[in-house]
């Protein structure tokens, strides 16, 4: 109240309470600046979910590439829809992603030259993905590839695995 | 033929409609000429006073001056192109192909809109460095030259997310390929390229994302940072920065 009665202190008028506790109207501005900050960070994350899609129609992860009887020996079979090569050859089966690993973009294997080429920025790769040749910074991943209990090809590409494990039929 | 003109010009500024529009006499002096900036929405937040030379037109300001006419271009064409686009999957190639070859003009505006585009793309990047050269990046100019670059991001943008919109195999590897670099941001960028894409690869959603992102948030900003970058042309004093020859002229 001392202050209130000295008009020389520059915030005289707002010096009502005892110094160390909060003004009415800090106290009202905290609580409404506070308020919109939690309003607009929970704005901002229901936003953020909204922009992440719960269901996707893409092609799923997990799929079944058929018997093992169909892809001969020593061979490289491109599933399309998946983007996966099946790779046969006598140490057995595995997986390959088709998906180059520079840019994205689906890669071919070139049975006449015996080598997975990129048609975006010309990295090669061989059958079982080793890279031969840039800008792909890395080699294709092997995606995990195990037997249904009904003896078919099961291939999870959530899931990579070394290039040392090998599935044999 | 003028006598009657101007008498119909003064029975209108006259009539009680004129009047209840502009509010103000002839603005024939500084002051009623301000007045009738101020109490115009598109003038008044222009500079109220801007120096004469400002206003120059030299050959360097047509850099500026084209990308916005091509601005222009691309807004009314992509309007007219929005009628016949749905941004779906099985439609939007068809609609492109129809516009190619069913749609009366059609190829006309689809072509004015796409080169239109590549060409603003050319022309904001010659601007950029002219106005570079110049030093038209130094104070009081520095401001103005960073909304500058938001600018050529929006471009860019623009560019990118219309270059999707055909559908076409093109389209679609430019965005595999673009949205993969997002992707090499370390931490966030595989969780970036997942909302910007809505999803995992490139399809419907992404498609409809572009879209909107195209049609209509890019150009608000556009329009927004556009209006501000023209504003501060002329509150910073216009665009002449002093050649070496010392005459003011660009």
């Keep these: ?169 | 033929m003028a006598t009657t003109f101007q008498s119909t010009m003064e029975s209108l500024r006259s009539s009680k409609v004129w009047k209840s529009i502009f509010r103000r006499g002839p603005a024939n002096t500084n002051r009623t000429r301000s007045l009738a900036v101020f109490g115009n929405l598109f003038l008044h937040f222009l500079p109220v006073k801007v120096r004469e030379k400002s206003l120059h037109v030299r050959a360097s300001y047509y850099l500026g001056s084209i990308s916005l006419f091509l601005f222009i271009v691309l807004f009314v064409t992509g309007i007219l192109l929005m009628f016949y686009y749905h941004p779906a999957a099985p439609n939007a190639y068809r609609d492109m192909k129809d516009l190619q070859f069913v749609v009366s003009n059609g190829v006309f505006l689809r072509n004015l809109h796409r080169l239109a585009a590549h060409l603003m793309v050319f022309m904001v990047f010659c601007h950029m460095f002219h106005v570079f050269y110049r030093g038209g990046y130094k104070p009081p100019h520095e401001f103005n030259w960073a909304i500058g670059v938001v600018l050529l991001l929006l471009t860019l943008f623009l560019s990118y997310t219309g270059y999707l919109l055909p559908w076409d195999q093109l389209a679609f590897w430019a965005v595999t390929v673009g949205t993969n670099i997002i992707s090499a941001m370390p931490v966030i960028g595989k969780q970036i390229r997942f909302l910007v894409l809505g999803g995992n690869i490139v399809g419907e959603n992404a498609l409809l994302r572009f879209y909107v992102l195209h049609v209509l948030i890019l150009p608000l900003f556009a329009f927004l940072f556009i209006g501000i970058h023209f504003w501060r042309v002329q509150k910073d004093g216009g665009l002449t920065v002093k050649s070496r020859g010392g005459d003011g002229q660009e």
């Design chain 1, 1 to 169: 109240m001392s202050d209130a009665a000295n008009p020389s202190h520059p915030n005289a008028l707002q010096h009502h309470s005892p110094a160390g506790e909060l003004k009415r109207r800090d106290f009202l501005n905290e609580l409404t600046w506070g308020a919109l900050g939690i309003a607009g960070l929970g704005s901002a994350a229901v936003t953020y979910q909204f922009f992440s899609p719960n269901v996707l129609f893409e092609p799923s992860p997990t799929f079944r590439a058929g018997n093992p009887d169909l892809y001969p020996l020593h061979s490289v079979t491109f599933l399309q829809d998946q983007q996966v090569y099946i790779v046969r050859m006598p140490e057995g089966f595995y997986a390959v992603s088709a998906v180059c690993t520079h840019l994205g973009c689906v890669t071919q294997w070139k049975s006449d030259a015996d080598m997975i080429a990129c048609p975006c920025h010309g990295s090669k790769f061989k059958a079982d993905g080793t890279k031969i040749e840039g800008p792909a910074p890395r080699p294709l991943p092997h995606f995990a590839i195990s037997l249904t209990a009904d003896g078919e090809l099961l291939v999870d590409k959530l899931q990579t695995i070394k290039s040392a494990q090998v599935l044999k039929v």
